[in-house]
């Protein structure tokens, strides 16, 4: 079959798609009756609608039958295409079409020579606003499915099937339990737990959407970015706007209490580092939260320690800030364990500020100063440091063997 996948740039309006498109529907006229049949008949999973009334001012691409629309996305599988015309976005919005294509997407392709190239379509779909923490798990659940081997157990027994039999189909079903375990299974309640999947193409060219990044702070959302930053996905503060969003959503996640989306926002992945004046709204304006402020101090410290060692400049945060330290004082007085609490944490900080390695060693080291559960810290399981996926760490290793 002729590829008929389109560049992105080549699908911007619904003229430019139509000149793309001729490609595809020259294919399908060109195909056996035979298979254009198949083909159209075999989209039960669409709910097909007619488009009873035509707009003139729609181009001819845009006038097809809505089931045709479906089976060149579907041989065509670009994302450009709903997101051209807003006929298009319609007649493909249903729930199986963007679960094959986030299948099709997220399905790690090792022939492909441009890992790049996959990596931004995967995160220009999850840009998506179809795209949900449900799709993604179902996706994903789909794509671990079909890597596993067939399964070869029999059918049941007759009574007359000699013992043999038994035996190899036993020793069958004990090698097909074998092969299994070999496919790394998803983990989407505990993604730390989960080791990478290879199947997946989820790496550090992939980047979280923005949607995730800022409130509602909904459980599904932290969830979905979560799970990304586990497998190893990062924002490019350079390349996007996506860095600036998060900045702003550290600020409504401190006002609402949200600790989980701190330690997300303030992990390595995402890379948000407060400065004074964050930290000081944090403690004076919104309560002094331990598990918000705890989170946020170990982001300033590791852009501390990290900074130091690359030789970058420092980050904008004092951990001895005269105005901090005075409101310190005022409540450690007053009776407030908060306070007490702040001063450890705070000079532990200025203290290990000029060290020269941070690794999960010296994070521990830090929870067990002020990151501990009679501290009021709620334990939030994200990465203390950047995360390197095994096949990324190979690649740079075969170039300079080469």
Known sequence: ME???????????????????????????????????????????????????????????????????????????????PLSSYVFARDLSYRNTYLRFAVDTLSKNDASDDKFADAAAVSRMLQCKWMTWDIIKDAIQ????????????????????????????????????????????????????????????LSSSVQPPQSLLHEPWTTPKLEFLNYLIWSGCTIDWASSSRGETATAGLATAISGHSHTAVALLCSPAINVVPDTTTLKIAVMDHGCNPSVVFYMLVAALRAHIVSRASGDSAPDINFRDP???????????????????????????????????????????????????????????VPVVDLVVPEEEAEPAAAAAN
């Open 3 to 81: 590829s008929c996948a389109l560049q992105p740039s080549q699908l911007s309006t619904p003229e430019e798609v139509s000149i793309g498109a001729s490609r595809i529907v020259s294919f399908l006229h060109h195909e056996s009756l035979s298979v254009r049949f198949h083909a159209v008949n075999n989209i039960s999973s669409f709910n097909s609608k007619k488009k009873t009334k035509r707009d003139p001012t729609l181009s001819k691409f845009e006038q097809l039958p809505t089931e045709l629309v479906q089976v060149i996305f579907q041989y065509c599988n670009n994302i450009s295409l």
């Open 142 to 201: 789909e794509i671990h499915k079909r890597r596993l081997p067939p399964s070869r157990a029999s059918s049941p027994s007759d009574s007359d099937t000699d013992e043999s039999d038994d035996e190899d189909a036993e020793e069958n079903q004990d090698e097909d339990e074998a092969q299994r375990l070999v496919v790394p299974v998803p983990n989407f309640s505990h993604p730390h737990n989960q080791p990478q999947l290879p199947y997946l193409t």
């Open 323 to 381: 105005s901090l330290w005075h409101w310190v004082e005022r409540v450690e007085k007053a009776g407030n364990r908060k306070g007490r609490w702040l001063k450890e944490v705070l000079r532990f900080a200025s203290d290990r500020m000029r060290a020269s390695v941070w690794d999960e060693e010296a994070f521990e080291e830090f929870r067990r100063v002020g990151g501990r559960e009679e501290d009021g810290v709620v334990r939030v399981d």
